[in-house]
């Protein structure tokens, strides 16, 4: 049974070096995405992705981290920079001691 499997095998083999070769580079790649996906997150900072941490942080100082106690202008500033999820945003901010 097994000299007729192998029989039916018969094409071509493929070199030992090119079998390592491809198993070196098949456990880079999966080490790779592994980094990749559950690796140390990395945070793209651009300056307006800066000002708009900063503006959300002073306001949360100022208003005690309360979306409440902001003026209507600035409720409508922070919930057009973060999305209409500005009273999360403020309550989530630390609290300065």
């Known amino acids: 049974m097994l000299s007729r499997?192998?029989?039916?095998?018969?094409?071509?083999?493929?070199?030992?070096v090119?079998?390592?070769?491809?198993?070196?580079?098949?456990i880079g790649f999966i080490g790779?995405?592994?980094f990749i996906y559950f690796g140390p997150d990395q945070k793209v900072h651009?300056?307006?992705?800066?000002?708009?941490?900063?503006?959300?942080?002073?306001?949360?100082?100022?208003?005690g981290?309360?979306?409440?106690?902001?003026?209507?202008?600035e409720q409508a500033e922070v919930n057009k920079a973060t999305a209409g999820w500005g009273a999360m945003a403020i309550k989530m901010q630390p609290k300065d001691p």
């Open 5 to 16: 499997l192998r029989s039916s095998m018969g094409g071509p083999k493929a070199s030992p």
């Open 18 to 26: 090119v079998v390592v070769v491809a198993v070196v580079a098949l």
């Open 32 to 34: 790779w995405q592994g």
């Open 46 to 63: 651009t300056p307006l992705s800066d000002r708009i941490d900063k503006m959300i942080h002073d306001y949360a100082k100022k208003s």
């Open 65 to 73: 981290n309360d979306f409440s106690k902001l003026t209507p202008v």
